[in-house]
């Protein structure tokens, strides 16, 4: 069964930094697309970035570009989202996601989901 748990999410100032991690589990995930999306308050989910299966292309939301980055361990089946310079706005429950899709294009083609963790950032 496959399994996607995250972690470091957590309450940060106005221009910290957190690191998000995703351990994936019951499978093997060295030719999958990894991701991370994001869901605000009253708002919704929405995709941050996203990584191939090589860790050679990745793709960042306009919103983030500059200020997050994605990467991914294969041997330890993680993936991590570095989140510099946050902003109030960035407040929002943090999902890692899966697909076997290339280049996946919707929320649809991606396979699996973890249970989220929340970032808060205070002003």
């Known amino acids: 069964q496959v399994q996607l748990v995250e972690s470091g999410g957590g309450l940060v100032q106005d221009g910290g930094s957190l690191r998000l991690s995703c351990a994936a589990s019951?499978?093997?995930?060295?030719?999958?697309?990894m991701g991370w999306f994001r869901q605000g308050p009253g708002k919704e989910r929405e995709f941050v970035a996203n990584?191939?299966?090589?860790?050679?292309?990745?793709y960042n939301t306009d919103s983030v570009k500059g200020r997050f980055t994605i990467s991914r361990d294969n041997a330890k089946n993680a993936v991590y989202l570095q989140m510099n310079r946050l902003k109030p706005e960035d407040t929002a429950v943090y999902y890692c996601?899966?697909?076997?899709?290339?280049?996946?294009?919707?929320?649809?083609?991606?396979?699996?989901w973890g249970q989220g963790t929340q970032v808060t950032v205070f002003s």
């Open positions: 990584i191939n299966w090589s860790g050679d292309t990745t």
């Open positions: 019951g499978r093997s995930f060295s030719s999958a697309s």
């Open positions: 996601a899966v697909s076997w899709y290339s280049n996946p294009k919707s929320e649809a083609q991606w396979h699996y």
